[in-house]
């Protein structure tokens, strides 16, 4: 059935939407136009956590993510703490396209990449040291991504476990004060990835994400953003769905699958985003995150927790340019 061609992703990133429907227009091929449009984040460096010259991990050095999901085939590419390559969408296509595997990770996917005929370049930047330096000159506080202390004498790491109690962000025993002091923290600067849903006009459906992934992560973690289900899920009989936040809670939850199934047995893509957040959210209270979703009648809907409202872009053949929808969280 033929649907209003469709594009939506996480957060204001606009030209990212823009460039998407554009394409989604010119091509007819909703995996172009979620390439092109997660690729303008990376050029843009939205937040700059999307693309080379963010995040850095406890090394300096900036990994990236990506994932795209094709609904009509249930085919997907993804790359996760992929190095020294900045197109991390582009080189998930291939893995989509020029490969019969799902999934290459680490060295081995900028190897991958580059025979693809992508340059091997430093993702670092000005940037990227600058956050890196700062943190070390903090003696890598804040870290919440391990419940030890680093040792001061070695650089950051190995880590020194200590009775001391610290700032574990989403760690369900904390009290809602330090809680949210973790939150704050957190949420400065360390968020933002895009996920993208593009409907094409004949209803085929296509789902990705594209991240350099969380601050002073210790090197080789990979977020839920390139994990099918995780970050992002698409299947052109139901809908799509894509998540942001803090990943190493939200893929224990598989939200975007969660959302897609939930669409399946018949909710509103509103309620379907809703009960993945809420699932999370009765694990982990103040956990940080948004998932967005739309079924393939085009109706779009998003739920979110740990912070005070969620944008998301919207782009469609009834509008001159992308809006900006807000949905408050629980
Ligand atoms: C991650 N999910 O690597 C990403 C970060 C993010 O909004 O989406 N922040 O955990």
């Not at 703490?81 to 020029?98: Q, T």
Request: with cysteine; net charge negative; aromatic share 8%.
């Amino acid at each position: 059935s033929a649907v209003n061609p469709l594009v939506i992703n996480t957060w204001a990133f606009t030209e990212s939407t823009k460039n998407a429907f554009t394409t989604l227009k010119s091509t007819s091929d909703p995996v172009s136009a979620l390439e092109e449009g997660c690729r303008t984040c990376q050029t843009l460096q939205c937040d700059f956590t999307v693309g080379y010259g963010g995040s850095p991990d406890e090394n300096g050095e900036s990994t990236l993510d990506a994932i795209i999901f094709d609904g009509n085939t249930m085919n997907m590419g993804a790359v996760g703490g992929m190095r020294k390559v900045k197109d991390a969408i582009g080189v998930a296509r291939k893995v989509l396209e020029n490969t019969e595997h799902s999934f290459l990770v680490g060295e081995l996917a900028g190897q991958f990449a580059n025979k693809m005929g992508f340059p091997l370049e430093s993702l670092e930047t000005n940037y990227s040291q600058g956050l890196y330096e700062t943190w070390k000159e903090n003696n890598c506080q804040p870290n919440f991504w391990t419940n030890v202390l680093p040792d001061p004498t070695k650089n950051c790491g190995p880590y020194t476990p200590t009775e001391e109690k610290q700032c574990i962000k989403s760690d369900p025993i904390l009290t809602n004060e330090i809680s949210k002091d973790c939150d704050s923290k957190f949420n400065t600067g360390n968020h933002d990835t895009i996920g993208m849903l593009v409907i094409g006009q004949d209803g085929h459906i296509v789902a990705g994400t594209s991240t350099n992934g969380a601050n002073h992560k210790i090197p080789g973690r990979v977020g839920d953003s390139p994990i099918p289900g995780a970050g992002a899920y698409a299947d052109s009989e139901v809908g799509a769905a894509a998540g942001t936040g803090d990943g190493d809670v939200m893929m224990r939850f598989l939200p975007s699958f969660l959302a897609v199934e939930q669409m399946r047995s018949g909710v509103t893509p509103e309620a379907a985003a809703q009960e993945a957040i809420s699932r999370i959210a009765k694990k982990y209270p103040s956990f940080f995150g948004g998932v967005i979703a739309v079924n393939k009648d085009g109706v779009i809907g998003a739920a979110c927790n740990g912070m005070e409202k969620f944008p998301f872009s919207v782009m469609n053949d009834t509008i001159d340019a992308p809006i900006v929808n807000y949905v408050n969280c629980t």
